[in-house]
């Protein structure tokens, strides 16, 4: 007996697959769920209300990495839009760090202005904001950047909080992060 598919945003638990005369079929899956089922939160209670707490507690793991994943890939993005041209004599950035603040009373964080840029020629420079147009103006597209840099910067340092004295140095040819202790001359 073959189990019927899911309707469109079913959630399938694993003990659904498990019927017992669906040994010789592959259990059913959905292969993209609706964001609105998770964003509405009538209907995300409806959804998992048959879930486990173990379920659950899975799920919002999952959900969790995969936003720190993709804010760290949209960070890295938007630091290639900024720093991948050639800045200076050292020829065009490689790797862009941040260093750690100092400690406040809600924690610690990226000091986003202390940020280095390391070429790939191996000098190290210490980033000085973008000059502004003969208006007094920041450039507009530079201006939407450095709002994001700034948004996601304190965004990740949520995700993972650094510690005092940590570094994060993020490649901007393989969009790696790494974080140490250390300068990474």
Not at 33 to 52: G, K, P, R, Y
Not at 174 to 184: H, I, L, N, V
Request: a negative charge; aromatic letters at 8%; one cysteine or more.
């Amino acid at each position: 007996m073959n189990m019927p598919e899911p309707a469109l945003n079913t959630i399938v638990a694993p003990g659904d697959a498990a019927h017992p005369s669906a040994t010789s079929t592959p259990p059913p899956r959905v292969d993209r769920l609706d964001a609105e089922c998770f964003t509405a939160h009538a209907a995300m209670e409806q959804a998992t209300a048959h879930w486990s707490l173990t379920q659950l507690t899975a799920a919002a793991g999952a959900l969790t990495v995969e936003c720190a994943r993709r804010r760290e890939a949209m960070f890295a993005d938007v630091l290639r839009a900024l720093f991948l041209v050639p800045q200076a004599e050292g020829g065009p950035v490689a790797r862009v760090e941040f260093v750690t603040d100092s400690p406040c009373e809600n924690g610690t964080f990226w000091d986003e202005s202390q940020v280095y840029l390391h070429y790939k020629d191996g000098a190290v420079d210490e980033f000085e904001d973008f000059t502004e147009d003969g208006e007094g103006d920041a450039d507009p597209v530079y201006r939407l950047l450095d709002d994001a840099f700034r948004e996601l910067l304190t965004d990740i340092a949520a995700d993972t909080p650094p510690q005092p004295g940590d570094h994060l140095i993020v490649d901007l040819e393989t969009g790696e992060f790494e974080r140490s202790g250390k300068w990474a001359m």
